[in-house]
């Protein structure tokens, strides 16, 4: 299968700081990213949905200025927490499908963020 | 947007035990994918089976998008199969919405 890279895996940092996570495909080109979180013992919530040179869709209730996605390139996509705080504290997890709605996802090692 | 239940929420089985999760999702979908997310949080592709029956090992996947659902069955249960396992469907757009789960847990 097509494998996506997501760094780093585990973060901490401190309140008021930004944090940077990326995601890469490495063996393919990535049409479309997704960015999720996922609280303990939940299920993944969609953030945001990125298509490569454009603005990313946002889910209901997502703040887009706290949480800032870039997918600058068919291969990478950044989402960028700004002035985190202990509530953003979670596990992150990207996606990336080479095509649209009907082809299979691929997913990162998610990134786990403590905020202090 | 679309709606997907998983049942059972959890699930506990000696090794060597079968079981069936099942998916249900409320609308009709062109993609449904299963997962099963690991310890460490790793989401590991099951199958891409948007319709009919596919196996991989002691693992296979039926979808009835007709009726709206979808079965994973796992055999010969082992502890290494114990995590979460996930369906997440796309429907009329591009969005890849999860279930609810069901946590797996296998025992010797």
């Known amino acids: 299968g097509a494998v996506v890279s997501q760094h780093p895996s585990r973060v901490i940092c401190k309140s008021g700081t930004s944090v940077k996570i990326e995601c890469r495909s490495l063996?393919?080109?990535?049409?479309?990213m997704f960015w999720y979180r996922q609280f303990p013992k939940q299920s993944l919530m969609l953030m945001a949905t990125s298509n490569e040179g454009s603005k990313a869709t946002y889910e209901q209730g997502v703040e887009k200025d706290k949480f800032l996605i870039n997918h600058a390139s068919l291969t990478l996509s950044t989402l960028t927490v700004t002035s985190a705080h202990p509530e953003d504290s979670s596990f992150y997890i990207c996606?990336?499908?080479?095509?649209?709605?009907?082809?299979?996802?691929?997913f990162g090692q998610g990134t786990r963020l403590t905020v202090v | 947007g679309i709606q997907v239940e998983q049942s059972p929420p959890d699930l506990i089985l000696q090794e060597g035990a079968n079981s069936t999760l099942r998916c249900n999702f409320s609308?009709?979908?062109?993609?449904l994918q299963w997962f099963h997310q690991n310890p460490w949080g790793q989401l590991i592709n099951l199958f891409y089976i948007p319709s009919g029956t596919k196996q991989n090992g002691r693992l296979s996947a039926t979808t009835v998008a007709t009726e709206r659902y979808s079965l994973l069955y796992i055999s010969s249960s082992q502890t290494t199969d114990s995590g979460v396992y996930f369906c997440a469907v796309t429907g009329g757009g591009n969005k890849l919405t999860f279930g609810t789960g069901t946590q797996l847990k296998v025992e010797l």
């Open positions: 996606s990336a499908r080479q095509g649209f709605s009907g082809t299979e996802a691929f």
């Open positions: 609308d009709s979908v062109n993609n």
């Open positions: 063996d393919f080109q990535a049409t479309t």
